[in-house]
């Protein structure tokens, strides 16, 4: 079983492009291995004990809890909406999220890599980030991010003991143990450990009823990044998942990385330190990924060019939510770029890749099907006359495990199973064949390659346009059995009946 999860949510706002992305992301890749038979436990979720979701709640006249799960239902329906299929969904104000952070801190606080302390500094409270002197001055004092005015904090507090593990991650990270993916960002990461880790606050004075105690201090509550990074335990421990452990990958955006590649890692060293947690390994692959902007400057609400929830579904109703997903997927911010939105770009990509290339690309073959076959795909002996030798490297490629996690590939690859389908047609002529009953051989034998081709290039596209695809499917006829071997070729479709037209990506 691969585990693989998303970053969870905070729920002081509404879903935005940025939250799609990230779950489309993990969704994405996890379909690719279950398109090759792997298992995979996907997750995704809410980020709820955050100060700032307390304050959203009274500005909206709202209990914390009424709020929060509001929200929680909105980027739960989004994600469905955008047909992401996660195996879980956490909140973290759920109960067995609590009870595991709970036995989490006091297993830490045993091992004295939790131990109580006092802060003076700076807080972020956006990013709900403590900073350190040095990056406060870098910033004038304000957040990296958010721009706005750090807060001066000073207060008792726990801190967990990072400074113990630096070593250890400095190595573990450097020789892949705990890939970074991508490698400018192993580099960045690598260069701040080298800095020096001091330990770090990791919980906060309880000021109201919302958030997880520290064990046996009723005063405190636990640092909401301590809490959220334990969520990926919560899902996974009961009898029955267990063995899921540990995760194949984390997919998180490039301003979390930190917290992911080196807070988290060592935070499961420290359990390690307890008996009869050797269980909790390290996870094998954190994906950070970099931000979506909007016509070449960074999104904000206040500058009105932010691209909220209603807003991407705006553009879904007008290019399909599989159009969304494709263009997300194919222009989208997977290595360490930012990518811009804009909407002359949405409509090239639409039409280029959708509309033209496969969309076309389909309609013309199932259409010559049903005028010279009466839809039912022909049947021939003769060996295959389309490029197999290359189809075949195509798929290797996409199998090759260098390529599971970058979807930019998995698409080019698709559409140059396309590509080879169109010049195939366009060099054979079945059109023209067709006109002539003494040839009848040869044109079976282009059509039956044709849709071979293209049954092929559907099941390396599934994983981006996965409503599309299924929709050709059941107008081929065509069940795949979700193991490698579906993309051997000649598992034919010879002999099914099929529709006589389709037209999957209407031209916008
Ligand atoms: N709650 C924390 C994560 C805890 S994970 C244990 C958090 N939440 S968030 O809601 O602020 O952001 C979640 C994800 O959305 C991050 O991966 C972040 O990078 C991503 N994005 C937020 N804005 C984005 C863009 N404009 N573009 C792409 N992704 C961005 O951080």
Redesign the pocket.
Same mark, same amino acid.
């Given at each position: 079983m691969k585990f693989v !999860? !998303?970053?969870?949510? &905070?729920v002081n706002?509404a879903p935005?492009? =940025?939250?799609i &992305? %990230?779950t489309l992301l993990a969704d994405v890749i996890s379909r690719y291995h279950r398109l090759r038979g792997e298992k995979v436990f996907l997750t995704t979720g !809410?980020?709820e004990h /955050?100060t700032k979701v307390v304050e959203a709640a009274k500005i909206n006249n709202l209990s914390t809890d009424e709020w929060a799960k509001r929200n929680a239902t909105a980027f739960a329906g989004a994600f469905q909406n955008y047909n992401i299929h996660f195996n879980d969904f956490i909140r973290t104000s759920e109960s067995r999220h609590k009870d595991e952070v709970s036995k989490r801190v006091s297993e830490l606080i045993e091992t004295g890599d939790v131990y109580l302390g006092k802060y003076e500094g700076w807080y972020d409270s956006g990013?709900?980030e403590y900073v350190n002197e040095t990056v406060a001055k870098q910033n004038s004092y304000h957040s990296a991010i958010n721009k706005k005015p750090l807060m001066k904090r000073t207060e008792p507090c726990y801190y967990f003991r990072l400074s113990s593990y630096q070593n250890e991650i400095k190595s573990l990270i450097e020789s892949d143990s705990i890939r970074i993916i991508p490698q400018s960002r192993k580099a960045e990461i690598l260069s701040r450990i080298n800095e020096g880790l001091n330990d770090v606050p990791c919980s906060r004075p309880k000021t109201e009823d919302w958030g997880v105690e520290i064990p046996g201090d009723s005063t405190q509550i636990v640092y @909401? #990044?301590i809490d /959220?990074?334990l969520?990926?335990l919560t899902t996974i421990d009961n009898d029955e998942l267990r063995e899921c452990w540990p995760p194949e990958l984390h997919? @998180? =955006?490039?301003?979390?990385l930190w917290?992911?590649a080196v807070i #988290?890692p060592s935070m499961i060293l420290a359990l390690q330190n307890k008996k009869n947690n050797e269980w909790i390994k390290l996870p094998k692959a954190i994906l /950070?990924? =970099?931000? #979506?902007?909007r016509d070449g400057v960074?999104?904000s609400k206040s500058l009105g060019n932010f691209?909220s929830l209603p807003v991407l579904n705006s553009y879904a109703e007008k290019y399909t939510i599989d159009g969304i997903r494709f263009f997300l997927m194919l222009n =989208?911010?997977n290595d360490s770029t930012? %990518?811009d939105f804009n909407d002359a770009k949405l409509q090239e990509t639409y039409n280029a890749h959708l509309a033209n290339a496969l969309g076309n690309s389909c309609s013309r073959v199932i259409s010559m099907i049903a005028k010279y076959f009466d839809s039912i795909v022909p049947v021939s002996e003769q060996s295959p006359l389309i490029d197999v030798y290359k189809i075949n490297e195509f798929i290797a490629k996409s199998i090759n495990k260098q390529n599971v996690f970058n979807v930019k590939v998995q698409i080019e690859l698709g559409m140059s199973i396309i590509k080879e389908v169109d010049s195939f047609i366009h060099i054979n002529e079945p059109y023209k064949l067709a006109k002539d009953p003494l040839r009848r051989e040869e044109l079976s034998l282009i059509l039956n390659n044709a849709i071979e081709a293209l049954r092929i290039a559907s099941l390396l596209l599934w994983p981006i346009i996965p409503q599309k695809i299924e929709e050709l499917w059941l107008a081929l006829d065509y069940r795949p059995g979700f193991k490698l071997n579906d993309f051997d070729w000649g598992t034919s479709l010879a002999g099914h009946t099929i529709v006589e037209k389709l037209n999957l990506f209407p031209r916008a």
């Open positions: !999860t !998303t970053p969870i949510y &905070y706002d935005h492009i =940025g939250h &992305y %990230s !809410t980020d /955050a990013q709900e @909401v #990044w /959220a990074l969520n990926y997919i @998180v =955006g490039k301003d979390i917290f992911h #988290w /950070a990924h =970099g931000f #979506w902007i960074k999104m691209i =989208g911010p930012d %990518s």
